[in-house]
């Protein structure tokens, strides 16, 4: 387990794909327990990520933390960043996406839909095209709001899809274990009084390595 930062209150680490984010067997906060050598460590989700995504995520190791980290989220003051690559390129360099989703628990899959209805959400996110061959592209991802597959339905449907995504209509692919979508960073951004995690305001967490990033694009580096 890769374990990024830890503290008093939070837990910041990499979950592998494959891997769930919830307190279930096998889940992150399991396996964060065994890394630590304490089956009975309080440890706590507060966001996810999908099944088959890899990155980071951030942990709390308390009910305080665990209020906080939630409030946070639901008011945009925590901050998350992928990596993408997707089929094809897109037409700007740099925008912003904002569609209606609606989600499918039988199909257990998101599509866009062409207004709202009931049990729609509205998905916002802003990417940058960081470089492209033609064939792919690699996209830098930031989410305005946290939809279940917002990612990979939205750009599925502007005729991107990510690179290896069966679901959202890309073939499988050999040069990507699953599909090439990574959460490579994180920001603590307080605009209100976060008690207890005030010191975090402003730190940014980030992995120096993404596997598929490195083999697609081998001159592509992080800068945060």
Do not use: W
């Amino acid at each position: 387990m890769d374990i990024i930062y830890y503290d008093d209150n939070i837990i910041v680490a990499i979950k592998p794909a494959g891997v769930i984010s919830t307190d279930e067997p096998g889940g992150m906060p399991s396996l964060l327990r065994q890394a630590l050598g304490n089956e009975n460590a309080d440890i706590r989700t507060v966001h996810r990520l999908d099944q088959v995504v890899s990155g980071l995520m951030v942990f709390a190791q308390n009910p305080e933390t665990a209020s906080e980290l939630s409030r946070q989220i639901r008011a945009g003051e925590f901050k998350k960043t992928y990596l993408a690559v997707v089929r094809g390129v897109p037409q700007e360099r740099k925008g912003r996406m904002e569609d209606i989703l609606l989600r499918s628990k039988e199909q257990r899959k998101t599509f866009v839909v062409n207004k709202p209805c009931r049990g729609s959400q509205e998905a916002v996110l802003d990417y940058r095209l960081l470089g492209s061959n033609g064939e792919l592209s690699m996209v830098e991802i930031n989410l305005v709001t946290g939809r279940t597959h917002q990612i990979r339905a939205q750009f599925a449907d502007a005729g991107h899809p990510l690179l290896g995504d069966r679901q959202y209509g890309a073939a499988q692919d050999a040069r990507v274990n699953g599909q090439a979508l990574y959460a490579y960073g994180l920001r603590f951004a307080f605009e209100t009084d976060a008690g207890i995690l005030n010191d975090l305001n402003g730190r940014i967490f980030h992995v120096k390595r993404v596997p598929f990033a490195e083999e697609l694009f081998p001159s592509f580096r992080y800068r945060p």
